[in-house]
């Protein structure tokens, strides 16, 4: 079993959708779960980092984890074509500074 | 405050050659990572420096190193390089209080021929 599965997609939406993208993940010593962005040919962004289960939201972005399912989901409200970009989950232990990515969902917004 | 950068942005090279790639962090960063993003594994870590001494490594041949100076610079290293190797090669620092906010920088672009 894979440590992280994502669904590479590619999700192609029109503007103003709300779009799900979707993480599992098996090692329940993980702790602290991130999102991150990444424009083509630019390095990776953090937009969100959750340590809890439950949501937290930050302007267009919530960011859900369900620990006991080992999910974790990221929503875009009202998604704009600069939203168009690879979305990439990643988890830590806390302990350890090693990321575990997943492989990421390329997502466009079409105007 | 300043990102991540990293040189150079692009490099070509020879199968059998060496090649290292440097990394400045956020200032007052003093943890610094390394990854290596290819199409087909995705984004995979290479090795964790903190205050000159490494902290942690991932699943690479000894090929790859590295290593950190006392201004939280960082380099790494691949030697004989293999046509495998050519990936974007990525550094991320992240402050002490939180070592698990990473933030990265644009990348190395390595080709091997």
């Known amino acids: 079993q894979k440590e992280v599965e994502q669904d590479p997609g590619p999700l192609s939406v029109p503007e103003g959708a709300i779009v799900s993208l979707n993480c599992t993940y098996s090692?329940?010593?993980?702790?602290?779960f991130m999102w991150y962005r990444q424009y083509s040919r630019k390095g990776p962004e953090l937009l969100m980092y959750?340590?809890?289960?439950g949501n937290k939201e930050d302007g267009r972005f919530t960011a859900q984890v369900d620990k006991s399912s080992k999910y974790i989901s990221l929503f875009i409200r009202d998604s704009q074509p600069s939203d168009s970009a690879t979305y990439l989950c990643?988890?830590?232990?806390?302990?350890?500074?090693?990321?575990?990515f997943g492989k990421g969902t390329k997502l466009t917004v079409n105007p | 405050k300043a990102g991540v950068t990293q040189t150079p942005r692009y490099l070509i090279k020879t199968r059998g050659q060496q090649v290292t790639l440097s990394c400045s962090p956020i200032?007052?960063?003093?943890?610094v990572s390394w990854y290596q993003q290819t199409p087909g594994q995705g984004l995979q870590f290479l090795f964790e420096?903190?205050?000159?001494?490494?902290?942690n490594k991932g699943n690479f041949p000894g090929r790859f190193s590295g290593r950190q100076f006392s201004n939280s610079r960082s380099e790494m290293n691949v030697s004989t390089l293999e046509l495998g190797d050519s990936a974007l090669y990525l550094c991320?620092?992240?402050?002490?209080?939180?070592?698990?906010?990473?933030?990265f920088g644009p990348g190395t672009r390595l080709t091997v021929t």
């Open positions: 200032s007052g960063h003093r943890s």
């Open positions: 991320a620092s992240s402050p002490d209080r939180a070592p698990y906010e990473q933030y």
């Open positions: 090692n329940s010593a993980f702790q602290y």
């Open positions: 959750t340590y809890s289960s």
């Open positions: 990643a988890f830590t232990q806390g302990g350890s500074e090693k990321l575990v």
């Open positions: 420096y903190f205050s000159e001494t490494q902290r």
